[in-house]
Each structure stands twice: as structure tokens, then as C-alpha cells.
Nanobody
Framework: VQLQASGGGLVQAGGSLRLSCAAS????????MGWFRQALGKEKEFVAG????????YYADSVEGRFTVSRDNAKNTVYLQMNTLKPEDTAVYYC?????????????????WGQGTQVTVSS
């Protein structure tokens, strides 16, 4: 499975971005997907996850109510809609897939990773 993340960029605080993660090589409709981020000098952290069916979503406390994860299995694509962005959201964002339908917050549970897309939020 190859994952390609896109949609990052520079935005002012309070603005919005939508990240996309396109999967290829295999249908990932049964795979749980996750979004993680890594800020400069910090460890990679869980942001959001979605089950294979799309029926269950999970969020880090820091993004709950501002970010929304969704998926379009027909397009083999997962999205992360990010609203009310804050400077502390600045990081490289990664999408990941795991071979099971239930999403996890632990990055070690994911076998496939995209290359990351930079999100920079200015104050």
C-alpha cells in the first residue's frame, strides 16, 4: 500500500485546511486509517483515526471539535478537515494505514505510512 498525503500549506491562525491521503496499490476500504503529526523537536503524536467502515472516528483532545476525519472508500482516500487552526498545530502531518478495521492511537499499530505534508499556522 502506498499513501500520498497532500493539502498542507501556510495558513493564518483561525483558518482552515483540508488534508487528503490517497491510497494506491491496494484497496484500503477495510483498513483503519490514522493521521499523526510531528512538530519540530517533538515526538510524533496521534491526531485522528477512522475505522475501516468509516463508522468510528477518534481524535486527540487537542483537536477535538476542530478537526474532522472522513473517508471515501470509493476513491480510496481519507481526509482531515482542519478548522480554527492554531500555531501549535504547526507540524508535518502523516497519514497511516493499518491492516485491521479498528483504529488505534499508537503509531506502532500502523504498517503503512505516507511521506508527510507540512502544515504551518502563523499567528
Amino acid at each position: 500500500v502506498q499513501l500520498q498525503a497532500s493539502g498542507g500549506g501556510l495558513v493564518q491562525a483561525g483558518g482552515s485546511l483540508r488534508l487528503s491521503c490517497a491510497a494506491s496499490g491496494r484497496t484500503v476500504s477495510r483498513y483503519a486509517m490514522g493521521w499523526f503529526r510531528q512538530a519540530l523537536g517533538k515526538e510524533k503524536e496521534f491526531v485522528a483515526g477512522i475505522s475501516g467502515s468509516g463508522g468510528n472516528m477518534y481524535y486527540a483532545d487537542s483537536v477535538e471539535g476542530r478537526f474532522t476525519v472522513s473517508r471515501d472508500n470509493a476513491k480510496n482516500t481519507v481526509y482531515l478537515q482542519m478548522n480554527t487552526l492554531k500555531p501549535e498545530d504547526t507540524a508535518v502531518y502523516y497519514c497511516a494505514a493499518r491492516r485491521y478495521s479498528d483504529s488505534r492511537r499508537d503509531s506502532s499499530a500502523y504498517a503503512y505510512w505516507g511521506q508527510g505534508t507540512q502544515v504551518t499556522v502563523s499567528s
